[in-house]
């Protein structure tokens, strides 16, 4: 259990949180229930991360953003009606907020859905969704 200020801690979860939990589109609908906490006591023994920054911030984010994709995939897996596991990755992006609203426009498309249901590999609903 790393030992992290309650600030590094913070600053880490969100930008995991960002790029996992918060880009899940199961039924398209925001749950009123959803929630990720994240405790850590330090009984690991490491030196304290006390800054959002440095080396060992980064590392223990990285580490804490690949939990986060990871168990944000498995929850999407396991949602409601869920038949496929869908992750959209988008490149050549003129820069990281256009992605993330391309990538968001894909997988909250109705059509794209029921393409991907249905196993019809359709570019034409891709580009619909890009508008």
């Given amino acids: 259990d790393a030992a992290v200020s309650a600030r590094a801690l913070d600053a880490a979860l969100r930008r995991a949180v960002d790029v996992s939990f918060n880009m899940v589109s199961i039924d398209g609908d925001t749950s009123t229930n959803d929630m990720c906490a994240v405790l850590a006591d330090g009984l ?4 304290e991360i006390a800054e959002p920054s440095g080396a ?3 590392a223990f984010a990285a580490a804490l953003t690949g939990l986060c994709v990871r168990f944000a995939r498995m929850l999407a897996k396991d949602g409601e009606g869920a038949s496929r596991l869908l992750v959209c990755e988008v490149t050549g992006a ?10 968001r426009a894909v997988v909250h498309s109705t059509l794209f ?7 019809d590999a ?4 891709v580009l619909c969704a890009l508008g």
């Fill in 56 to 58: 060992d911030f980064e």
């Fill in 113 to 119: 859905k029921a393409a991907m249901a249905g196993a």
């Fill in 122 to 125: 359709n570019w034409g609903r």
């Fill in 44 to 47: 690991a023994g490491n030196p």
């Fill in 94 to 103: 003129k820069d990281r907020q256009n992605a993330r609203l391309a990538a």
